[in-house]
Every structure is written in structure tokens, then in C-alpha cells.
């Protein structure tokens, strides 16, 4: 049975992992963040104009009316900025009430591997109402990213194996792949590949924020761009104005670190998923929450001994069971139509997981996706592993040393441990060492910061920002209950999370140390 991209994407819940690397502050008046032994920032960077024109299809094809999009130069390498740069891709929309405007709202989705250029354009994210009216929403692609010089891996980067090897043999073999598909990334991607480390990322912005003429960043980043954010707070604290960090990424945990917690959320998932079964009087899979997990339990051990087969003959395997589980958590499928598939799987059927990848791949009549879209996909998943091996330095560097870590995962959980485990082949293998180091930022000096959160969230679990609100402390945590990823200004709206956000990007009033919104 062959899963789709998609639907093998779904399980990659690292979403980043490290802290930053030291590097050159670009503004003097940093005195804190500043590498004295580095050049400054030439003049021809932070007095450029960006030369704003009607967004292209290139961009998207479908600008949202009055939407604008340029070009803003920026050293590959901030310790040596006389060298190559790279043209980043820019946009905006500009304030509703320009007697009131406030200035620009940068913002970033996440990933590492995702653009921001294209959702501002496109509408795909408007902030709330109130913010939407006072500032110049501005997306960006990150450097190697969406428009901007878009880093090139001819034989894509190293996944998650379809089925995790056992032995030493096998490790080998996953091994001299991954290496060779990062080699090729690094020969084809020319010397930005070097820089895709969320610290120049961070530098970028405040490149951004002077070309934009604010005295201040004011950001939105969400997921992986809650990091971004973080790392400006610690290279720039006094040019922090009004931030948002949307689904928090946890500074201070390393790659191994974010994986465990990875698996825990996963586990818990499950848990809650037989929780409700059982609730519902759906005694398919079992009559009690635990008997549900057992089952469950052994039923992966048992395809890893022996794999049942699809209709296409493809090996369906414990790592597969992981797949779909994950795709469940993560509302890619629906848990109905999971608990159908699962019965049927206990029973030697796997036919039904065929239809869930379907689904979930978009072979179901959905609309096509355009081929600037198509595009974007591949290059988020290079580029999440470009960044993310910069970032951390903890990835296990050998095979012994890989399964040695894919076995102490599979103890913790044998639904999702080894699995989860070998998402970190990628980093395993990267020609280039990490420059990053697991660390909390305080950045002390800096304003105030609003964190939000879902309660029940399956890639920057609610501990993430509890842990960042500990650490900063001129912080607010903004908890909105329910299940999602991203709670601001979401597709699923909440009016009292956008109400409080709004509050505090136009007016500056923070909630308490950690406020609360209803389901």
C-alpha cells in the first residue's frame, strides 16, 4: 500500500527544534545583541526602496484587490555583507483607516519551509478586523523559500522511511541515501543553503522593518514563526514593538526533545480518540479506553513482524498504522472514517486506509492545485530540513546511533516512537554542522509579548507556550480551548481570541499572565 506525500507529511510534527547561533547584529544602536568584531550593515541594505507593483501570477492568481508586492536585498551572509546577497519576495495590503494607521504587521505561517508572500496577497490570512484596519499587513517568503531564491534539492531531501530499518544493515543503507540527496541539495543550492538558519531569517526582518520605515517590528508569526520572533526578541530587544506568537515553539528543546514530546502528544491523541469512542458506545475497536489502546498496541507490533498487504500489494505496517493515526490527530481524516478503516484492518482488510489516503492527498475531487502551489509544496519540505539541521545540533549521527534512538522511542511509545524517531534522518546526514544551540531567549529590554495557544494542539502543544510564558518575563499567554493549530484569525474564527489579539496589536493592552477563551 503506497501512502501519498501528503499523507506521509502528516506525521512530521518537529516543527523546529533549536535555538540560535551568535552572528553579527546589523543595527547599531543594539548594543546588547551586537558582535562588535562584525562589519555593519551597509547603507545600500537599510536605506533601500522597495518598488512596490501589482502582484503577479507568480505570486498567486488570485490578488486580493489593492494587494502590492516588490523585492528587498539582503546579505546571504550578515558577517560578511559585502558579499552575495538575496532578493526576498515581498507584499502587503495596506491599512483599511489610513489616518490611523499604525504602521506594518509582518507576518510569518510557519513551517520552516513556508512563505508568507502569497497568503497576504491572496487574502489567505487578513489578521482581525481591527488590526486589518490599522496597519499594512506585510507577508514575506523567508530566504531559499517560496520567491526568494528558492534553495534546489534534485532528488528531495531524506523522509521519515516507510518502513524504519531494524537493523544495522538497514540504517546503513537509509543512511548512505539521505547523505547522498544532501549532497546534491547543497551543490545545487549555492551558498544560501549555508544561511538558512532562523538567525539571518531573524536579521531579515529587522532588514524588513528599517526598508518599511518602522521604528519598531510589529509581528505576527505563527508555529515555526513564533521561533523567528523569539530570535528577533533576543538580537533586538529594543526594536520589539507589538509581537504575537501564535502556536509556540519552545526555544530551550533541543531536536530529541521536541521529538518525545512529539510522540507524547500523539499517544495522548490516541488516548483521547478512545476516550470518545468509547463515549459514543462505539465498542469496535474495544469496550474500554484501554482495551481500545492495547489492541491498538499490539496490532503495530504484529504488522512489524508480519506486514498485511493492500490491494496494490504494498506492505501495510506498523509505520503505516503511525501514518494514519497521526493524519486522524491532525484532522486530515475524519476519526470515523479511521475507526471504519481500523476495524476492518484488525481483521486482516486494510483496503479502507486506501480511500483515507485518497482524501487526504486530494484525489477526491478536489480543486487542483495551481502550479505555483505544487511548487511551494516541494520547496517547504527542502527547506524545512535546510533549516531545522541548522538549527539544532542534536540529531543522532550515525546509523548504530539512529536505531539506538529509534528503539529507546519505541519503549516510550509503540504506536508513533520509532517512527517518530527517524524523521530525523534528514539532520542525521547534512553536509553542513548546525549553528543553532537549544536555549530559552529572555531578551531582556524587550516589550511585552502576547503567546496564544489552542489547548489541545497536536504540533506546538499548550507546554510550549506555557514553558516560553515562564521564560519571558514580560509575556502574556492568551489559551483559547479546543483543537487547532494557528488560533488567531483562524479559518475557524473565535471572537473573543481575535478580539483579545486586536486589543493588544492596536491598543498595546496585554490580558493577564495567562487569560483564557471558551471552546
Known amino acids: 500500500m503506497a501512502l501519498s506525500a501528503g499523507a506521509l507529511?502528516?506525521?512530521t510534527t518537529v516543527v523546529t527544534v533549536c535555538g540560535a547561533g551568535a552572528a553579527a547584529a546589523s543595527q547599531p544602536g543594539d548594543a546588547k545583541a551586537m558582535n562588535t568584531s562584525a562589519p555593519v550593515l551597509p547603507a545600500r541594505f537599510t536605506h533601500q526602496k522597495v518598488h512596490w507593483t501589482t502582484c503577479g501570477k507568480d505570486v498567486t492568481p488570485k490578488a486580493v484587490p489593492g494587494a502590492q508586492c516588490g523585492w528587498v536585498t539582503v546579505p546571504v551572509d550578515y558577517a560578511a555583507p559585502d558579499g552575495k546577497t538575496v532578493t526576498l519576495r515581498v507584499s502587503r495590503v495596506q491599512a483599511k483607516d489610513r489616518s490611523h494607521r499604525l504602521g506594518s504587521l509582518l507576518y510569518n505561517p510557519g513551517g520552516p519551509g513556508a512563505g508568507g508572500a502569497a497568503d497576504v496577497a491572496d487574502g489567505n490570512w487578513r489578521a482581525g478586523g481591527q488590526a486589518r484596519a490599522r496597519y499594512d499587513?506585510?507577508?514575506?517568503?523567508?530566504?531559499g523559500i517560496g520567491g526568494s531564491g528558492q534553495i534546489k534539492c534534485p532528488d528531495g531531501v531524506a523522509g521519515e522511511p516507510e518502513n524504519p530499518p531494524r537493523t544495522e544493515?538497514?540504517?546503513?543503507?537509509?543512511?548512505?541515501?539521505?547523505?547522498?540527496?544532501?549532497?546534491?541539495?547543497?551543490?545545487?543550492?549555492?551558498?544560501?543553503?549555508?544561511?538558512?538558519?532562523?538567525?539571518s531569517v531573524a536579521r531579515d526582518l529587522d532588514v524588513l522593518r528599517t526598508v518599511l520605515g518602522d521604528a519598531k517590528l510589529n509581528y505576527t508569526g505563527f508555529s515555526y514563526g513564533t521561533f523567528i520572533g523569539q530570535q528577533y526578541m533576543k538580537l533586538f530587544p529594543g526594536k520589539v514593538g507589538r509581537m504575537v506568537l501564535d502556536s509556540v515553539v519552545n526555544p530551550a528543546?533541543?531536536?530529541?526533545?521536541?521529538?518525545?514530546?512529539?510522540?507524547?502528544?500523539?499517544?495522548?491523541?490516541?488516548?483521547?480518540?478512545?476516550?470518545?469512542?468509547?463515549?459514543?458506545?462505539?465498542?469496535?475497536?474495544?469496550?474500554?479506553?484501554?482495551?481500545?489502546?492495547?489492541?491498538?498496541?499490539?496490532?503495530?507490533?504484529?504488522l512489524d513482524r508480519k506486514p498485511l498487504r493492500g490491494t496494490d500489494g504494498e506492505e501495510f505496517t506498523g509505520a503505516a498504522l503511525s501514518t494514519y493515526l497521526g493524519m486522524?490527530?491532525?484532522?486530515?481524516?475524519?476519526?470515523?472514517?479511521?475507526?471504519?478503516?481500523?476495524?476492518?484492518?484488525l481483521h486482516g482488510d486494510v483496503t479502507a486506509f486506501d480511500r483515507l489516503d485518497a482524501g487526504a492527498g486530494g484525489e477526491s475531487g478536489s480543486e487542483k492545485p495551481a502550479p505555483q502551489e505544487e511548487q511551494a509544496e516541494k520547496n517547504e519540505s527542502m527547506s524545512m530540513s535546510a533549516v531545522l539541521c541548522l538549527d539544532s545540533p542534536s540529531a543522532p549521527k550515525s546509523p548504530k546511533a539512529m536505531l539506538d534512538t529509534a528503539d529507546a522511542f519505541a519503549k516510550q511509545s509503540p504506536l508513533f516512537g520509532r517512527s517518530y524517531a527517524w524523521q530525523m534522518l534528514d539532520c542525521a546526514t547534512w553536509p553542513l554542522a548546525p549553528t543553532g544551540?537549544?536555549?530559552?531567549?529572555?531578551?531582556?529590554?524587550?516589550a511585552p509579548v502576547l503567546l496564544v495557544s489552542y489547548t489541545d494542539d497536536q504540533l506546538t502543544p499548550l507546554t510550549n507556550a506555557r514553558a516560553v510564558n515562564r521564560q519571558l518575563d514580560h509575556s502574556s499567554l492568551l489559551v483559547r480551548k479546543g483543537q487547532g493549530h494557528g488560533a488567531y484569525a483562524s479559518e475557524h474564527p473565535s471572537s473573543c481570541t481575535d478580539r483579545a489579539v486586536d486589543r493588544y496589536l492596536v491598543g498595546g493592552k496585554l490580558p493577564g499572565k495567562v487569560a483564557n477563551c471558551p471552546r
Open 328 to 345: 486522524a490527530l491532525s484532522g486530515d481524516v475524519s476519526g470515523r472514517d479511521l475507526t471504519t478503516a481500523l476495524a476492518a484492518a
Open 9 to 11: 507529511a502528516v506525521t
Open 137 to 143: 499587513l506585510v507577508g514575506f517568503d523567508p530566504r
Open 437 to 446: 544551540a537549544a536555549e530559552p531567549v529572555e531578551a531582556s529590554g524587550a
Open 253 to 302: 528543546a533541543d531536536m530529541r526533545q521536541v521529538a518525545r514530546l512529539d510522540v507524547k502528544t500523539s499517544d495522548d491523541g490516541v488516548r483521547r480518540y478512545a476516550r470518545a469512542l468509547v463515549a459514543r458506545g462505539d465498542d469496535r475497536l474495544g469496550a474500554t479506553t484501554e482495551e481500545i489502546l492495547g489492541r491498538l498496541t499490539r496490532f503495530a507490533k504484529k
Open 169 to 199: 544493515a538497514g540504517a546503513e543503507k537509509a543512511f548512505a541515501d539521505a547523505t547522498r540527496r544532501a549532497q546534491a541539495c547543497q551543490k545545487a543550492s549555492g551558498p544560501v543553503l549555508a544561511h538558512m538558519d532562523s538567525v
